[in-house]
């Protein structure tokens, strides 16, 4: 397997080397040269595979070799590692619940497969790699959870003082083992400038194998593929025209669904669902893409306003507004909207969704006066009691909370407190690795 660059559709580097330097030197994005097409009768097997089965079938497809059989089967086994199972509402609405890992978000599924690649192209080397980090919250759990017991890698994650929420706090603080929590006295952008100078520094440079987790890392995308044909499976046998919508940010998501679909998902449309924070749907509906400053809403996880894979989907239609559209639709809600949904999924099925999830259910309900025959798998992308006070606020009763969230909150957290000073974060990188 090669990849280009969406800068540079003449670049070609290997997988390996995609994973370990996260970006392209010409800031563009990794894109896979080829992407093929799944064995003849994969989507009439689905039913018999195993959700594991289905994620090695794929990758194993895509990546073409870069990684031997028996490396990408432990990687599967080790990384996908809980269920995503769908619930019906109706005949027509289909919940794809992604929370099942240890973050209570799909980013448990990119971040884990991440991880496990990781180890295995650094498996022959023999100095050990360190991760570095910077979070302004919710990414971070995900990766530290992620990372957590990988042979080889030690990961340092440097989070803003006082500026996570407590609970994303305890989940990059009290994991232990290879994860470090670096609490720095400043903002994110600060957090950001350390891990960016690190990287820059030539001593650091030589005395660590050091590498970055980064969001848009091509081996996170991958294992977002495979919860699609997972739903599909699962789904009744019926005529109805299929949709898949995507609460969508940095829409990593919607990106490895249109991937999906090249590779054979038989898919009749996207919908991408967004909060205020509506530059997608608006260049859908105008043909002009506006990136702006993003707005904070209820559902903060896509406060995004220059959406990083947007490049990617764009590569992936010949970069034309008209073949972009004619598989994707895009719709935005308020978060008064987004409440109401709320309220009315709990009144009317007895099923609580979190807010990215109802910002979903909201964009299919508008599809479907529009193409009333659709049925949809809605992607809820986070647990509720992940957002448990604001949630129990807006349905006006408590809700179940899992137990691995539970378990957290009495977990006791260890940081190192670090100034937001390069030389500190140096002598203490040098000092530790
Ligand atoms: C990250 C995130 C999203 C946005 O996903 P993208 O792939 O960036 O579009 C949506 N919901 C939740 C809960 C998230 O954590």
Known sequence: MF???TNNPALRVTFKDAVFQGLPP???LFMPLEI???????????????????????SQKLLHAAIP?????TIIENSVTFPAPVVSLDEQTFILELFHGPSLAFKDFGARFMAQTMSCFNRDESRELVILVATSGDTGGAVAAGFL????IKVVILYPSGKVSPLQEKQLTTLGANITALEVAGTFDDCQALVKRAFLDSDLRQAIRMSSANSINIARLI???????????????????????????????????LMAMQMGLPVHRFIAATNANDVVPKYLESGEYTPRSSVPTLSNAMDVGAPSNFARMLDLYGSTWNTLRSCVSGYAFSDEQTREAMREVDTNYGYIMDPHGAVGYLAFRKFQSEEPDARSVIFETAHPAKFLEEVEAILGHT????????????KEKQSVSMPADFRVFKEWLVAHY
Do not use: C
């Not at 003849?40 to 289905?54: D, K, Y």
């Not at 059989?69 to 089967?73: E, I, T, V, Y």
């Not at 009744?236 to 299929?242: E, L, V």
């Open 399 to 410: 809700i179940e909370v899992p137990e691995r969230l539970a378990v957290l909150r009495k």
């Open 69 to 73: 059989d028996a490396d990408l089967q």
């Open 223 to 257: 294992p977002q593929m495979f919860y699609y044909f997972e739903s599909w499976k699962q789904l009744p046998k019926a005529d109805y025209p299929t949709v898949f919508t995507v609460p969508s940010g940095n829409f990593g998501n919607l990106t490895a669904g």
């Open 36 to 58: 093929p097409q799944l064995p003849a009768g994969f989507m009439e097997a689905l039913p018999g595979l195993s959700f594991q089965e289905i994620a090695f079938v794929v």
């Open 3 to 5: 990849l280009y660059s």
């Open 149 to 152: 017991h990988t042979p080889g």
């Open 26 to 28: 010409d800031n563009g």
